[in-house]
């Protein structure tokens, strides 16, 4: 689950990190009125949606008065702000943080993820602060530090030391700056954090060192022992709608750009799917792993939310019958496809136990449906079907 910039500080502060003061508005008149808070001078003011690259595309600005915060914030909210990561589209700007403007002597980056290679967090960090990491990291790779985290001792304070040092920060920087670094590990570590994204990291000419932008995912897995904590944070106008319905069903589902939908039972083979669709010169238009049951209703809601994207053109539906047998598999297919209407083709590829007599089961049904005999097979057709129903809807 990802959470609004404004959100991240408010959670790093509770840390110890230190963040510039600021205010959540939204609409014009609290931007004017929080300019005004923050003591009348300049301000910024900057967009909050959940993606990377704001500045680029209009939507972080200064103010040099609470006027003119005024009129930047009316400019701002309702605007549809695209950058590299939203998309063509864009996201529909709808509140902003109002922050006390200051002077930056230099930028850094700090961050800390989960390398999974190595099973630990890492904390990487870098001087070129203010810029795109993985710009830094495809470019100039030796000015990433990393530092990997034991998760039984956490971030140790030598390592918060030496990662200062190597910084380049000024001396009377690097024991505030070191200070951070175990505070923001403490709210990676305290929070069930998947990302905790400092950048930039800054000096200013009054002799601080703080977090002038904040970026905070969290793992939602772990909402259980974050119920109240964390009550709020989610904007559901920041996810895409199919994601927030599927989620209602225990279905694992993220929209893609393709036409080629996928319903499969496990994570594992659903990312094989999506793979072996693009090398039969495909798009997957979905990850969907609908789980080990894949009974009638599970098939059905998982149908409801593929046929919801007008862009696709057929279904794979790829189930191995490992916990659940193939024959009730099948029976749940046939089930689900009187339950919603179905009018792309279908492409169906069942193996495990009791394949042979789930094919026969579908062969029997009467539904039009085409049967891969193995995946390569199965994706092949289903590519097929996509081009041939996408001339035939464009005609």
């Not at 790779?141 to 190597?166: D, S």
């Not at 010169?281 to 080990?292: E, I, K």
Request: charged share 25%; net charge neutral.
């Amino acid at each position: 689950m990802k959470i609004h910039e404004y959100q991240a500080k408010a959670l790093l502060r509770e840390y110890g990190v230190d963040v510039p003061r600021g205010y959540a508005v939204f609409s014009a008149d609290e931007a004017k009125k929080a300019a005004g808070e923050l003591g009348g001078g300049t301000v910024v003011v900057k967009a909050q949606i959940h993606a990377g690259g704001r500045g680029k595309g209009g939507g972080v600005k200064l103010a040099k008065n609470p006027d003119e915060a005024y009129q930047i914030a009316r400019g701002m909210i309702g605007m549809r702000l695209v950058t590299h990561q939203t998309g063509p589209g864009g996201r529909e700007v709808r509140r902003l943080l109002v922050e006390e403007g200051m002077e930056i002597l230099k930028e850094y980056y700090v961050g800390i993820v989960i390398d999974r290679a190595a099973d630990c967090p890492v904390l990487m960090a870098s001087s070129e602060g203010g810029t795109e990491i993985e710009k830094v990291a495809a470019e100039t790779p030796e000015k990433i530090m990393k530092e990997y985290i034991h998760p039984a001792l956490g971030l140790r304070p030598f390592q918060a030391a030496k990662t200062a040092y190597k910084l380049g920060l000024d001396g009377k920087l690097v024991r505030p700056a070191s200070r951070l670094l175990l505070n923001l590990y403490a709210a990676f570590e305290a929070n069930d954090c998947s990302l905790v994204e400092i950048n930039p990291l800054v000096s200013t000419a009054d002799g601080r060192i703080l977090a002038l932008d904040a970026k905070i995912n969290v793992d939602d897995n772990a909402l259980s022992r974050h119920q109240e904590s964390w009550q709020g944070l989610r904007d559901l106008h920041e996810e895409e709608p199919l994601e927030i319905e599927a989620s209602k069903h225990n279905l694992n589902y993220i929209k893609l750009d393709g036409n080629v939908g996928c319903m499969v039972n496990g994570a594992g083979l659903a990312m094989a799917t999506m793979d072996i669709i693009k090398l039969s010169g495909g798009q997957p238009a979905n990850f969907l792993d609908v789980g080990g049951g894949a009974n009638a209703e599970g098939v059905a809601n998982a149908f409801r939310i593929i046929l919801s994207d007008p862009n696709v053109r057929a279904v794979l539906i790829n189930i191995f019958g490992g916990i659940v047998r193939c024959d009730r598999i099948a029976n749940g297919i046939i089930e689900a496809t009187k339950l919603v209407d179905v009018r792309v083709p279908l492409v169906v590829r069942l193996e495990g136990t009791n394949a042979l007599e789930a094919s026969k089961i579908l062969e029997k049904s009467g539904i039009d449906m085409i049967i891969g005999h193995g995946l390569a097979d199965a994706a092949q057709k289903a590519v097929a079907a996509a081009g041939r129903n996408d001339v035939n809807s464009r005609r």
